[in-house]
């Protein structure tokens, strides 16, 4: 499933719309048995691009979806690709802290995270009930 799930990000990188950075990033998620793929999606408003993995996530839970098992993220970068802090927030939502994200780039140097080593401590719905 991870080399399914590279493959699949590395596939849906090729529909990044990048016009400004023209730094294209693709992602793959497997939830319920499907994989779901998403790109980074640039705006001449430069802070309403979205990010790959937050469109990946945002287009499986349009489709029902409660819990991601598994992410790719894939980058042409010099080692695997660092998630942002926003996303790194929104995979929160849907990933357990064991869940593995795979990071990779075009050369193939892959690094297996949990979602607790992507982020530790992370704030989430249980944090909001009152003692
Ligand atoms: O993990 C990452 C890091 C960056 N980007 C996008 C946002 C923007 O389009 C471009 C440059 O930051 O890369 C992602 O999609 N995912
Ligand atoms: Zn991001």
Known sequence: MKDQLIQEAIEARKFAYT???HFQVGAALLADGKVHNGCNIENASYGLTNCAERTAIFKAVSEGI?????????????GPVSPCGACRQVLAEFCDRETKVYLTNLRGNTEEWTMEQLLPGAFQAGDMKKK
């Open 19 to 21: 016009p400004y950075s």
């Open 66 to 78: 409660t819990r991601i098992e598994a992410i790719a993220v894939v980058a042409d970068t010099e």
